[in-house]
């Protein structure tokens, strides 16, 4: 694959310079990173409104908080630690500082994936063979895959759902035979670039159901699912990340498209680039969580479906090989230990079929734990975490019509502090885990296969089908955030204002 090892070379004299400069002023590359503990709704607004500027300030939030009980993550580089200090202290904001040297700990936790820069950027590896214990280039994941269709021909089918800004393929595998009854369950990982655990998990799903095939428990699946899994679905940013331990590339969270120049509040004339992929799906677009602004974090691009990277998803899911058969939906991402079902826009928004998903999430969350005892919270992704639109998951929920629709926050917790730079050692043991919560949703799609074959024609409708929810009208979702609260202290609330409960709180009074 020579264009995506042509193309990795786009960046290097920027990276040229910016190593110059650090060898100019090393203190100010050192990147700090400080948890900042709120302890009112004062405090809330003041760092909310923080997090909205955090590119004037060149602020990285790792972590947001849901809340005023909720403390936030940011990372900051030597020249505008002050500045953030300052502004913590001016304020009676308490805060600590959690990482000293975040370059250091990168160089720790992934010893191999920092051998040398030369080898990140032309890792080309051609061995049968991934090693599951290191963070792998994606060439070698692509390698790999290869050679499990030569090793697994009448099971494994490689595939390529599109291309990316810089002209990489997202490439993928179908592992279940050709068959085109069989339902599907897609996976995916890598969304976010600096999210290095999510591929290399899905990397290790692919593992398991091609080498223990012929396992009773596995076998079951593959004969009523054919598993797509993409490992990484922004090729381009995963490998930007690996080109340098810089935490300002290493982090890297958007894809790697064109820039797009503006005026700061200072009136300097700022160029980035980059989209966040998982807010540029059509569904709710712009409205929570997303920024207007090229240099943020969380840019959701100029219109849904803006990027190569997105629209090849929606492609897939909704071509003729998938659309109609999709019943498991995954995408994996890191970290917080959440497994997050549909809809994150907004609190207290959820599908019409709420109640299998969340059955159906803890069941696997219980699985997950049984393993080594890791503890997942299960809940919609604003509720557990914050609003945010234009998710994948969410978009495949309403738009493609997935039963089973999950994204997964993998290790660690969101109390760790060292966030995103897992230590190599921790990966066998968090794909592991997360491969029998996964197990799990597997089976539940088996099961509604089964019950789908032996449903009277009465009762297949409603064994096939399921009502969506989003907010609009006739949809399954709670306006207010106080129902729940308000149906288990008075549960005759449903019976006795009924007109109110029912346009107020039709998911808690069970009127859909």
């Excluded at 966040?276 to 969580?289: A, P, Q, T, V, Y």
């Excluded at 509720?383 to 993998?410: I, N, Q, R």
């Excluded at 064994?463 to 609260?485: L, M, P, Q, V, Y």
């Amino acid at each position: 694959m020579n264009l995506p090892l042509f193309s990795s070379y786009l960046f290097i004299p920027s990276l040229f310079l910016l190593f110059i400069f650090c060898l100019v002023d090393l203190a100010s590359c050192q990147f700090s990173v400080y948890r900042i503990l709120p302890k009112n709704q004062q405090d809330f607004r003041i760092i909310q409104n923080l997090y909205k500027n955090a590119t004037e300030y060149d602020l990285n939030f790792w972590k947001t908080g849901k809340d005023k009980h909720s403390f936030w993550d940011v990372m900051v580089d030597a020249k505008n630690e002050n500045f953030l200090r300052q502004f913590l202290s001016n304020h009676t904001i308490s805060h600590i500082k959690t990482i000293t040297d975040v370059e250091s700990l990168i160089n720790r936790h992934e010893k191999s994936a920092n051998t040398s820069f030369s080898r990140r950027l032309f890792d080309d590896s051609n061995s049968a063979h991934y090693d599951f214990h290191t963070y792998g280039s994606y060439q070698r994941m692509t390698d790999w895959l290869k050679q499990l269709v030569v090793k697994y021909p009448k099971l494994v089918q490689y595939i390529t759902i599109g291309k990316t800004t810089e002209g990489r393929s997202i490439d993928g595998v179908e592992i279940g035979g050709d068959s085109r009854t069989k339902k599907i369950f897609w996976i995916d990982g890598g969304i976010h670039a600096r999210e290095w655990a999510a591929p290399h998990t899905a990397l290790f799903f692919i593992h398991q159901l091609t080498s223990r095939s012929n396992e009773p428990g596995i076998k079951k699946l593959l004969d009523d699912i054919t598993f797509v899994i993409v490992p990484c679905l922004n090729p381009d940013g995963y490998e930007f990340t690996r080109s340098s331990s810089n935490p300002h590339v290493r982090l890297w969270r958007k894809n790697r498209s064109k820039m797009q120049c503006r005026k700061d509040i200072w009136g300097r004339n700022r160029c980035c680039r980059g989209v966040d992929l998982n807010r540029n799906f059509d569904f709710h677009f712009r409205e929570s969580g997303t920024s207007d602004d090229p240099c943020s974090e969380i840019y959701q691009g100029s219109g849904p479906f803006s990027e190569p990277e997105s629209r090849a998803v929606r492609d897939a899911l909704l071509s003729a090989r998938y659309k109609g058969r999709t019943e498991g939906y995954i995408t994996l991402h890191t970290y917080s230990q959440i497994w997050i079902h549909p809809y994150g826009h907004k609190k207290d928004a959820y599908p019409g079929d709420i109640k299998d998903l969340y059955e159906v999430g803890k069941k696997a969350a219980n699985a997950l734990k049984r393993v080594y005892g890791t503890k997942y919270i299960v809940g919609s992704g604003a509720d557990t975490l914050y609003p945010a639109s234009g998710g994948s998951e969410d978009w495949a929920k309403h738009e493609a019509k997935v039963k089973f629709v999950y994204l997964l926050e993998l290790r660690p917790d969101e109390k760790n502090w060292d966030g995103f730079i897992l230590d190599e050692k921790e990966l066998i043991p968090t794909a592991r885990e997360t491969w029998e919560g996964v197990r799990v949703v597997a089976e539940a799609v088996v099961e509604r296969v089964q019950a789908s074959k032996t449903a009277t024609p009465r009762e297949a409708p409603k064994a096939r089908g399921f009502r969506f929810g989003d907010g609009t009208e006739g949809s399954c979702f709670d306006i207010r955030h106080a129902c729940k609260r308000w149906v288990q202290e008075r549960e005759e609330l449903c019976k006795t204002v009924p007109i109110f409960m029912r346009e107020n709180c039709a998911y808690s009074c069970s009127f859909c």
